[in-house]
């Protein structure tokens, strides 16, 4: 009955209904759209560096607070000094006895003790700059863009410290982690390196952009899914993204057909069906 209404029908109607259906099927086939996979995003906890003094000695002056942003290179404190630049000082006038005697030997003509006081001038002038670098290591400097998250710092100053002992922890802020959980059907696609963005909750405005760089090989159980995790990298120059915010996040795959990208879901679903019925 559906074939003889079909057949009923003026031959420009039926000629217009099958090119529509064929336009439709191209339209599946050939035309791109983005595919993305999506899940929620939690930001992880950000990286602390230690720093510590490379020499022994008392701190003298603390220049930060806890909670205060710093450079990379900024001075945060510097330990005392007065037993290096008192070595420095020795050193510089041993170095500079030991040029003038080369000086005064070049003059004279004695090419034996010339060439004696240029090995002494060479000495003393390793000394003078190791002298002048372990002077420089007395000022306690920031490795990184960051902040400072010790507790009371400045309690520290009059304390001694041993090279190698903690001074003070500085939060990397010029990049977050975001965690997304992607579902263990869609890990497959994702690579990393891929394009990203991330909405939070915290700046519901807002969307972050940033690269998949790593997929986790380990899956997770989530209520009764199990899940595996990309970490996005996000710049965070300004350290407005912090540990604990959550949103939602969307990686970019690639332009996929849109028949692949509207029907893959149900055509996976269908699959396992058969696959469960016939057990081929």
């Not at 969307?250 to 058969?274: E, S, T």
Request: with cysteine; aromatic share 8%.
């Amino acid at each position: 009955r559906q074939k003889q209404r079909f057949m009923r029908q003026s031959l420009a109607r039926r000629v217009a209904k099958a090119l529509a259906v064929v336009a439709v099927v191209l339209f599946l086939i050939l035309c791109p759209f983005p595919l993305r996979v999506d899940g929620d995003a939690v930001v992880a906890a950000q990286q602390t560096i230690v720093l510590e003094p490379e020499v022994n000695g008392v701190v003298r002056k603390v220049f930060v607070r806890e909670g205060q942003r710093v450079r990379c290179g900024e001075v945060l404190a510097a330990l005392d000094d007065w037993q290096y630049r008192a070595d420095l000082a020795s050193v510089q006038a041993k170095h500079d006895t030991a040029v003038y005697e080369m000086n005064r030997a070049l003059a004279s003509n004695n090419s034996s003790q010339a060439g004696f006081e240029r090995v002494q001038t060479e000495y003393w002038g390793s000394e003078l700059a190791r002298a002048r670098e372990r002077l420089q290591r007395l000022n306690l400097r920031s490795p990184i863009d960051g902040i400072v998250v010790t507790p009371r710092i400045e309690t520290t100053e009059g304390q001694f410290l041993n090279a190698g002992e903690k001074f003070a922890d500085i939060l990397d802020i010029s990049r977050a982690l975001i965690n997304v959980s992607i579902d263990e059907h869609d890990i497959s696609l994702l690579r990393p390196g891929e394009g990203a963005s991330v909405k939070l909750e915290s700046f519901p405005a807002r969307i972050w952009r940033g690269n998949v760089a790593i997929v986790s090989p380990q899956s997770t159980a989530e209520g009764e899914q199990r899940v595996f995790y990309s970490r996005v990298e996000i710049p965070n120059p300004n350290g407005e993204l912090r540990a604990g915010m959550s949103g939602r996040s969307k990686v970019f795959i690639g332009w996929r057909p849109v028949g692949y990208v509207l029907f893959r879901r149900p055509a996976m679903w269908a699959g396992q069906k058969i696959w469960n019925w016939i057990g081929w």
